[in-house]
């Protein structure tokens, strides 16, 4: 089930806080290679993502994909319909299909930001669909991807425990002598993190396969990793493509590949009632030790409502 029929896209509090985290990467990647962005995303129905982005200067060309097609191949045009009235902008573009055919039809060929933002969890499909967009890439780009914590139930027996026969038909290929080590003695609690570190290095093959054949010098680098729950934990993350013959590097590490919130790369925390939030908002620069004390909650959570607070509540520290 699609995930806009049951859930209210704009009062997510921390994946507020997570787009407004990517969307000041996405400036400050545009301002380092001197371009603005085609954005391509999965906002469905809400478009906060489009929200978010747009208005920052840094966004030209407009995509959202949303599957359309039902299982037995037919076209939803109430669907369809319903997403091109919400449209924020006219000059947003759907593509009613299938993130993998959607990712064969755009070229990839002008600077790019593309949040591949998933409802389920991290599978060989998710992972094929960021290596397509590196294969295809042309251009300096971003590549967001979201996926949840949960082990998808098709990995796993009748047990509840992994199908360790079936993930190595459908991971070994990917995998190198390094990597493969990742899936030695791996429980269902540790797979999905593995399953991440193991697709890293696939990325870098493919990057390294890209170059050998189109004679460039493409990198890829990780910028940034985001931990959050909805309520289910989700983790994204922020790739970054170049030629590095053809970037300014230094400015490339010194202002995207930092990391704000390297301390703090979860930003899950307390909900907090509308009273515990004026007083915390009246007190930013009070010692977070001791209004964790005055209110009862945990200091940890104190302390990243101060660092996010103009991310959740839109307000200037």
């Given at each position: 089930m699609n995930s806009y029929l049951y859930l209210d896209h704009a009062g997510k509090t921390l994946k507020r806080i997570c787009r407004r985290i990517l969307c000041r990467k996405a400036v400050a990647f545009s301002s380092?290679?001197?371009?603005?962005?085609d954005y391509i995303g999965m906002g469905s129905l809400f478009y906060?993502?489009?929200?978010?982005?747009?208005?920052?200067?840094?966004?030209?060309?407009?995509?959202?994909?949303?599957?359309?097609?039902?299982?037995?191949?037919?076209?939803?045009?109430?669907?369809?319909?319903?997403?091109?009235?919400?449209?924020?902008?006219?000059?947003?573009?759907?593509?009613?299909e299938m993130v993998c055919d959607a990712i064969k039809q755009l070229n990839f060929d002008k600077p790019f930001f593309t949040w591949l933002d998933y409802d389920c969890g991290i599978t060989r499909e998710t992972i094929e669909d960021t290596a397509e967009v590196i294969r295809r890439a042309s251009a300096p780009g971003m590549i967001v991807s979201s996926t949840g914590d949960r082990t998808a139930s098709h990995y796993l027996n009748e047990e509840r425990e992994l199908d360790m026969e079936l993930i190595h038909s459908l991971f070994d290929d990917m995998l190198d002598e390094e990597s493969g080590k990742l899936l030695e003695d791996v429980t269902r609690f540790e797979f999905t993190e593995r399953i991440r570190d193991a697709a890293a290095f696939y990325y870098q093959r493919v990057v390294a396969e890209k170059n050998e054949k189109e004679h460039r010098n493409y990198r890829l680098f990780k910028a940034e990793r985001i931990e959050h729950r909805q309520p289910l934990r989700f983790v994204t993350d922020i790739w970054v493509l170049v030629d590095a013959d053809r970037t300014d590097m230094e400015s490339l590490k010194e202002n995207v590949l930092t990391s704000e919130y390297a301390e703090r790369p979860c930003i899950d925390m307390v909900v907090l009632?509308?009273?515990?939030?004026?007083?915390?908002?009246?007190?930013?620069?009070?010692?977070?030790?001791?209004?964790?004390?005055e209110l009862a909650l945990d200091v940890d959570s104190v302390r990243k409502y101060i660092l996010f607070w103009e991310d959740f509540t839109g307000q200037k520290k």
């Open positions: 380092c290679i001197k371009s603005k962005l906060e993502d489009f929200k978010e982005f747009y208005p920052s200067g840094c966004i030209e060309g407009m995509t959202s994909i949303e599957c359309m097609v039902d299982t037995e191949g037919v076209f939803d045009e109430m669907k369809y319909k319903r997403f091109m009235l919400n449209r924020p902008y006219e000059e947003i573009r759907i593509i009613p009632t509308e009273r515990e939030k004026q007083i915390i908002g009246s007190r930013l620069e009070d010692d977070p030790e001791v209004l964790a004390q």
